[in-house]
């Protein structure tokens, strides 16, 4: 009881937050900040208004969500992949990080985004460029994390597989990775986050499809409110994503969380 | 990171340059077409050439000029709205749930938004840096007033100091260290933001447009110099900011064991 | 089966074990004891193939041993930095197993005995930081037990657990290594321990640390917590293992044991 009204009380400010933004946007009347209930409005017309054998989705919306999600998830976890080996290799193989570190630091500060153009010119417009920009702009917290976290494994887990002789694909499968895990993990989480960013921008700059583009169109037919509903879109879009994360990291670092209460 | 001595550092030159010989042999071997993907030397010396080029250098100040507002504006908002929440417990608790829900929206989404309601490119870029940059700066701050010890402030409270004055004697030196933690990320955000918008939305001046308009000429060696200048300048920030902190924070190093 | 032929290490300039001189017979209990920092673990360590001993050399069946010897077990002190805690008790027990070609099934079943051998059948399932620090000591135990080594060394096993948990994983040890008939070493600095597992007690001494004590237990029959120490020749032994850990010589007079200080 108590925690049920808790709950309430804690997302007061939310409902608060709507009816003062629909009561002040009914009064201003500007064109450029719609009322929410409007945005609400389109958003459910553009989007959720779909059969439910689609999940309400709309054709618009599938139409519109399919490309630009399969392209963060795909850029995501070739980035993911990636990050995690080089990450293992520089952690692991003595001296190579010395010798990467001034390189990877100036990789790593490249705005990701004036990769766009660069990608653009030398290859087509196109997934595959959007890819590469993706997986370019996210790999860096997947990789400096996972180099963190292969570097610091309790040598005392490295003796004991030492002493039991286990293979090199059992020291790095089941004890490097599994103990470098958590640190993966919030290095993945990170990354999540920018693939979004970075799958806006680069629909944004020079595609024709996805949640981007959709934007630009509703921008450029000033469509203010659905330029609103688009953002709330991918606001939404943020959420979900580090809510399914959560979800998922909770189940597979259980064994961390309790071992790190239970010490 | 491994720690910078001077072994690390040879080996990290030797490394560096070792990419770059190999690099620009391959080019000149002919491993790709160099009227299309200029050598790796042309790039570097089209990036120098860019310092003094007049062109580069007004859109370079003027990306700066707004990168460097943009800060200020995150700062200045950021700063104390962080000390507020930091210290009035259920403002926190009550704010919470907008923050949860406005930090996931991707900046570079307002841009189509912004463009439309500035007329002046700068305010729009400035809009969309301090909304990225915001962050950072707000939860560090937050997380810093936290860590302030409590007997320091209740030493001072006992000593009949308002609460204006406990945030500014004990409070803000307190959670300082963390808050040059958020500026520093928030000036690497910042200038991500401001050369992206210049790149979606154009306008007259500013690095991303400069880029824009050696794109419609081809101009790989210009894209990538500027763009190699870009992320020269943001380690150079970074890296004095990391000096400044150093310097500045010592004793709080100490405290934290040289963590972070 | 493992003979140390003046073994050194020296840690940079710190001489912390100073040519050690042992043999251990196929299927004896050997216990090391000496004071804290003597360099008992260095020992230990050289013998595992942890670290590469600066001088000296380790035999194993005659052969000298480089890396990390086949056949050997060690069950650490510190068992938390030893059983791997995103793994239950039954893998983390089984996990040494695949080095030895056997298929899930039977490597599940194996580490399935061995956790029963220690009593933990029940918690097979559980993870480490689910057990209390006796329980994990003990999955320590059964993967030591599980992977059947020749030579099971055991770094202060039971230091950090309580006085009764470790009187049972004392008898635990002692009945299963004879049912395996494996050859231990086991570090301690706990004399009375010494006295009652070992069926031979060597002392070192102070750091550097070198042999001063190699002395044979001779007690009756199964051991057993109460009666095994309150013999009279279990007092004497542990009398004199305790003097010379601290660095005295006895020597024996018409009127017992008498001390003097070297
Ligand atoms: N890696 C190392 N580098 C330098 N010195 C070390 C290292 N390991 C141990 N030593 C030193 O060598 C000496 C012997 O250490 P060792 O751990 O072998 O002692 P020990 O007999 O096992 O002690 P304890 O009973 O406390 O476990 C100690 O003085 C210790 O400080
Ligand atoms: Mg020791």
Redesign the pocket.
């Given at each position: 009881m108590r925690r049920a009204t808790s709950g309430v009380l804690r997302f007061w400010i939310v409902p608060v937050t709507l009816v003062l933004w629909e009561l002040l946007t009914r009064v201003t009347e500007s064109p450029y900040f719609p009322p929410p209930s409007r945005i609400a409005t389109q958003f459910y017309d553009m989007w959720l208004s779909g059969p439910a054998s689609q999940l309400l989705l709309t054709e618009s919306a599938l139409d519109t969500f399919g490309p630009s999600l399969g392209r963060l998830l795909a850029g995501w976890t070739i980035a993911g992949v990636l990050g995690i080996a080089l990450g293992v290799a520089l952690g692991r193989i003595r001296g190579l990080a010395e010798y990467t570190d001034p390189v990877l630091q100036f990789l790593r500060a490249l705005p990701p985004p004036l990769l766009v153009p660069i990608f653009f010119v030398l290859f087509k417009i196109g997934t595959p460029t959007q890819l590469a920009v993706i997986v370019f702009g996210v790999i860096w917290p997947v990789l400096v994390n996972t180099t963190d976290g292969v570097r610091a494994v309790d040598k005392g887990f490295l003796e004991t597989a030492r002493v039991f002789q286990f293979s090199r694909y059992d020291i790095l499968r089941r004890v490097i990775l599994p103990s470098a895990m958590p640190k993966i993990f919030a290095g993945l989480r990170l990354s999540l986050s920018l693939a979004l960013i970075l799958m806006v921008v680069s629909e944004l700059v020079g595609s024709n499809s996805g949640i981007g583009y959709s934007l630009l169109y509703a921008q450029q037919s000033y469509d203010y409110t659905g330029v609103w509903a688009h953002i709330v879109l991918l606001g939404v879009l943020g959420l979900l994503f580090n809510a399914l994360f959560l979800v998922a990291e909770g189940r597979v670092l259980s064994w961390h969380a309790n071992a790190r209460r239970n010490v | 990171m491994p720690k910078v001595n001077g072994a690390s550092l040879l080996r990290g030159l030797i490394g560096t340059a070792g990419l770059l010989a190999v690099l620009e042999a391959a080019g000149r071997l002919g491993a790709w077409d160099t009227e299309r993907l200029p050598l790796v030397s042309t790039v570097l010396l089209r990036a120098g050439e860019l310092l003094t080029d007049p062109e580069f250098l007004v859109s370079a100040r003027s990306s700066l000029t707004t990168w460097a507002l943009a800060l200020l504006v995150t700062i200045a908002i950021a700063v104390p709205a962080g000390l507020l929440l930091g210290m009035v417990k259920p403002a926190e608790m009550a704010v919470r749930p907008l923050i949860e829900f406005l930090r996931p929206i991707p900046s570079v989404a307002l841009i189509p938004l912004v463009i439309l309601l500035y007329s002046e490119t700068t305010h729009m870029r400035i809009t969309v840096a301090v909304y990225a940059a915001l962050w950072p700066v707000l939860i560090n701050t937050i997380y810093g007033v936290r860590d302030v010890d409590p007997l320091a402030k209740e030493t001072l409270r006992s000593f009949g100091f308002g609460p204006g004055s406990v945030a500014y004697r004990v409070v803000l030196p307190g959670a300082a260290p963390f808050i040059a933690t958020g500026i520093r990320l928030a000036a690497s955000v910042a200038i991500v933001l401001v050369v992206t918008s210049e790149l979606i939305a154009g306008g007259i001046e500013g690095v991303g447009v400069y880029i824009t308009i050696a794109q419609s000429g081809n101009r790989l060696d210009l894209m990538i110099g500027a763009t190699i200048l870009v992320g020269l300048f943001g380690i150079l920030v970074n890296a004095l900011l990391v000096a400044g902190e150093n310097r500045l924070f010592r004793w709080h190093r100490a405290r934290a064991g040289a963590a972070t | 089966m493992l003979e140390l032929v003046d073994l050194s290490h020296t840690?940079?300039s710190?001489r912390?074990i100073d040519r050690v001189n042992l043999k251990v017979a196929q299927g004896e209990v050997v216990c090391i004891v000496?004071p804290?920092?003597?360099?008992?673990?260095?020992l230990l360590r050289s013998i595992a193939g942890l670290i590469k001993p600066t001088g000296g050399t380790v035999l194993l069946d005659g052969k000298p041993v480089a890396g990390s010897p086949e056949n050997l077990a060690v069950v650490f002190q510190d068992y938390s930095r030893s059983l791997y805690p995103w793994m239950s008790a039954l893998a983390n027990v089984g996990l040494p197993l695949r080095r030895r070609g056997l298929d899930k099934k039977r490597r599940d079943a194996a580490a399935m005995a061995a956790l029963e051998q220690v009593g933990l059948a029940g918690a097979a399932a559980k993870y480490p930081w689910e057990m209390s620090g006796g329980m994990q000591q003990r999955v320590s135990i059964a993967r030591a037990l599980a992977y059947q080594p020749k030579l099971l060394l055991m770094d202060?096993p039971f230091g950090s657990v309580d006085a009764q948990t470790r009187e049972e994983l004392e008898d635990l040890t002692l009945r299963v290594c004879a049912h395996h008939g494996m050859t231990i070493l086991l570090i301690t600095?706990d004399v009375d321990e010494s006295v009652y597992v070992g069926d031979r007690v060597v002392v070192l001494s102070k750091?550097p640390?070198t042999v001063v004590g190699d002395l044979p237990v001779q007690l009756p029959g199964p051991r057993d917590q109460i009666h095994t120490r309150e013999l009279e020749a279990f007092v004497r032994l542990r009398a004199e293992v305790g003097r010379l850990v601290r660095g005295m010589t006895p020597h024996r007079n018409t009127h017992g044991f008498g001390v003097e200080t070297r």
């Amino acid at each position: 009881m108590r925690r049920a009204t808790s709950g309430v009380l804690r997302f007061w400010i939310v409902p608060v937050t709507l009816v003062l933004w629909e009561l002040l946007t009914r009064v201003t009347e500007s064109p450029y900040f719609p009322p929410p209930s409007r945005i609400a409005t389109q958003f459910y017309d553009m989007w959720l208004s779909g059969p439910a054998s689609q999940l309400l989705l709309t054709e618009s919306a599938l139409d519109t969500f399919g490309p630009s999600l399969g392209r963060l998830l795909a850029g995501w976890t070739i980035a993911g992949v990636l990050g995690i080996a080089l990450g293992v290799a520089l952690g692991r193989i003595r001296g190579l990080a010395e010798y990467t570190d001034p390189v990877l630091q100036f990789l790593r500060a490249l705005p990701p985004p004036l990769l766009v153009p660069i990608f653009f010119v030398l290859f087509k417009i196109g997934t595959p460029t959007q890819l590469a920009v993706i997986v370019f702009g996210v790999i860096w917290p997947v990789l400096v994390n996972t180099t963190d976290g292969v570097r610091a494994v309790d040598k005392g887990f490295l003796e004991t597989a030492r002493v039991f002789q286990f293979s090199r694909y059992d020291i790095l499968r089941r004890v490097i990775l599994p103990s470098a895990m958590p640190k993966i993990f919030a290095g993945l989480r990170l990354s999540l986050s920018l693939a979004l960013i970075l799958m806006v921008v680069s629909e944004l700059v020079g595609s024709n499809s996805g949640i981007g583009y959709s934007l630009l169109y509703a921008q450029q037919s000033y469509d203010y409110t659905g330029v609103w509903a688009h953002i709330v879109l991918l606001g939404v879009l943020g959420l979900l994503f580090n809510a399914l994360f959560l979800v998922a990291e909770g189940r597979v670092l259980s064994w961390h969380a309790n071992a790190r209460r239970n010490v | 990171m491994p720690k910078v001595n001077g072994a690390s550092l040879l080996r990290g030159l030797i490394g560096t340059a070792g990419l770059l010989a190999v690099l620009e042999a391959a080019g000149r071997l002919g491993a790709w077409d160099t009227e299309r993907l200029p050598l790796v030397s042309t790039v570097l010396l089209r990036a120098g050439e860019l310092l003094t080029d007049p062109e580069f250098l007004v859109s370079a100040r003027s990306s700066l000029t707004t990168w460097a507002l943009a800060l200020l504006v995150t700062i200045a908002i950021a700063v104390p709205a962080g000390l507020l929440l930091g210290m009035v417990k259920p403002a926190e608790m009550a704010v919470r749930p907008l923050i949860e829900f406005l930090r996931p929206i991707p900046s570079v989404a307002l841009i189509p938004l912004v463009i439309l309601l500035y007329s002046e490119t700068t305010h729009m870029r400035i809009t969309v840096a301090v909304y990225a940059a915001l962050w950072p700066v707000l939860i560090n701050t937050i997380y810093g007033v936290r860590d302030v010890d409590p007997l320091a402030k209740e030493t001072l409270r006992s000593f009949g100091f308002g609460p204006g004055s406990v945030a500014y004697r004990v409070v803000l030196p307190g959670a300082a260290p963390f808050i040059a933690t958020g500026i520093r990320l928030a000036a690497s955000v910042a200038i991500v933001l401001v050369v992206t918008s210049e790149l979606i939305a154009g306008g007259i001046e500013g690095v991303g447009v400069y880029i824009t308009i050696a794109q419609s000429g081809n101009r790989l060696d210009l894209m990538i110099g500027a763009t190699i200048l870009v992320g020269l300048f943001g380690i150079l920030v970074n890296a004095l900011l990391v000096a400044g902190e150093n310097r500045l924070f010592r004793w709080h190093r100490a405290r934290a064991g040289a963590a972070t | 089966m493992l003979e140390l032929v003046d073994l050194s290490h020296t840690y940079g300039s710190y001489r912390a074990i100073d040519r050690v001189n042992l043999k251990v017979a196929q299927g004896e209990v050997v216990c090391i004891v000496g004071p804290s920092g003597c360099g008992k673990s260095t020992l230990l360590r050289s013998i595992a193939g942890l670290i590469k001993p600066t001088g000296g050399t380790v035999l194993l069946d005659g052969k000298p041993v480089a890396g990390s010897p086949e056949n050997l077990a060690v069950v650490f002190q510190d068992y938390s930095r030893s059983l791997y805690p995103w793994m239950s008790a039954l893998a983390n027990v089984g996990l040494p197993l695949r080095r030895r070609g056997l298929d899930k099934k039977r490597r599940d079943a194996a580490a399935m005995a061995a956790l029963e051998q220690v009593g933990l059948a029940g918690a097979a399932a559980k993870y480490p930081w689910e057990m209390s620090g006796g329980m994990q000591q003990r999955v320590s135990i059964a993967r030591a037990l599980a992977y059947q080594p020749k030579l099971l060394l055991m770094d202060e096993p039971f230091g950090s657990v309580d006085a009764q948990t470790r009187e049972e994983l004392e008898d635990l040890t002692l009945r299963v290594c004879a049912h395996h008939g494996m050859t231990i070493l086991l570090i301690t600095h706990d004399v009375d321990e010494s006295v009652y597992v070992g069926d031979r007690v060597v002392v070192l001494s102070k750091a550097p640390g070198t042999v001063v004590g190699d002395l044979p237990v001779q007690l009756p029959g199964p051991r057993d917590q109460i009666h095994t120490r309150e013999l009279e020749a279990f007092v004497r032994l542990r009398a004199e293992v305790g003097r010379l850990v601290r660095g005295m010589t006895p020597h024996r007079n018409t009127h017992g044991f008498g001390v003097e200080t070297r």
